[in-house]
């Protein structure tokens, strides 16, 4: 059993063990992966204020996101294809998320169904939609969160195109793959991956087909996405959704100080600044960077969230400093779930609660809630002048 030290150690392990289609579409950007980078890379210029001579014993991560408890203020983010990482992964990652005590996210584009997630886990999770143009199925689509007992539905504003990834386009992305010589030629190295897919029946758009008109396999489902994909969604479509659904609301997909002030105005219990980890528009800022702007617009109305580019705890404990309340992890778990399964998620959770906990205590600060600007050595040029 290797000795997994960090989030870094697992991403390697993911990259040997799963198909190259598919670990290069989590580890990819938009066009020319500016967005994706900085939001790894402007975390790194935050500093840590040090403190010493204070009482740590008693520390606590706990805390709550829209009124949750939670054990630390970090969910899994809605991640589509989540089972071609490994089989069952929606399922695997979601039991992990449970016994740690964090929520799940689970995509529209998800291979598991809600109601097999459901059936897996005993507490409720979090239920990510996107706006597709058939009002029957969106609706339906609602009505199978609630009935399968999620608790708060994640609503992604920034995906009604799709931006492109290069990686994507040029390994023929599907789910399942085809097998064309390429694909057979990776998949003869990566056996284990191939042999629990074979043990599951779950190998496709479980939220879609069979649900959705029109789609009944999956050659139609690749056309379906391109053309479902509602490019008019709007404030009032969302309001409908919004009293359709009834329930907790979470708006993902803010970047913009104008658009978070439309959002808080709007009811919704939290937003998530996020640019969907760098994957839609490239060439917008970080959402780190955002952060701070979106936190003064309206951090007083609406609870904030964030993600993009978290791969420890050290940059929880910077996003928290900053003003989020809650914070979401993609790729770290993703990289755990691809190296290990389940196992490899809960790995990833304690890897980032550790580092979060022992950073916290040499910051001099016992509650995750009591963090803020004072723990922190941010550069006075961080936010940079844009006109
Ligand atoms: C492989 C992959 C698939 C994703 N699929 C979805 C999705 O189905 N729905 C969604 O709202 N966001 C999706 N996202 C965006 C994530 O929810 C999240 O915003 C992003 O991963 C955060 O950045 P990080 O990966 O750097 O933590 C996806 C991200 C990745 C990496």
Known sequence: MPVITCIEDLKRMHRRRTPRMFFDYCESGSYSEQTFRDNCSDFQKIRLRQKVAVDMLGRSTRSTMIGQEVSMPVALAPVGLTGMQCADGEI?????????????????????????????????????????????????????????????????????????????????????????????????????????????????????????????????????????????????????????????????????????????????????????????????????????????AVGDQVEIHMDGGIRSGQDVLKALAMGAKGTYIGRSYIYGLGAMGEAGVRRALEVIWKELDVSMALCGEKDVKALGPHNLLVPQDFEGRWA
């Open 92 to 296: 695997k990652a979601a039991r992990a998320a449970e016994a740690f005590g964090v929520p799940y996210t689970l995509s529209t584009m998800s291979i598991c169904s809600v109601e097999d997630v459901a059936a897996a886990t005993t507490k409720p999770f979090w239920f990510q939609l996107y706006v597709m143009k058939d009002e029957e199925f969106v609706d339906s689509m609602l009505e199978r969160a609630k009935k399968a007992g999620c608790s708060a539905l994640v609503l992604t504003l920034d995906l009604q195109i799709l931006g492109q990834r290069h990686k994507d386009l040029k390994n023929g992305l599907s789910a399942p793959p085809k097998m064309t010589l390429p694909v057979m030629m990776d998949l003869a190295t990566k056996w284990g991956w191939g042999l629990e897919m074979l043990k599951t029946p779950r190998r496709t758009f479980g939220n879609i087909v069979g649900h959705a008109k029109g789609v009944g396999d999956t050659t139609s489902l690749a056309s379906w996405t391109a053309e479902q994909f509602d490019p008019q969604l709007d404030w009032g479509k969302i309001a409908r959704l919004r009293d359709k659904w009834g329930g907790k609301l979470i708006l993902k997909g803010i970047l913009d100080e104008e658009d978070a002030r439309r959002a808080a105005d709007f009811g919704a219990e939290a937003i998530i600044v996020s640019n969907h980890g760098g994957r839609q528009l490239d060439g917008a800022l970080s959402s780190i960077r955002m952060l701070p702007p979106i936190v003064r």
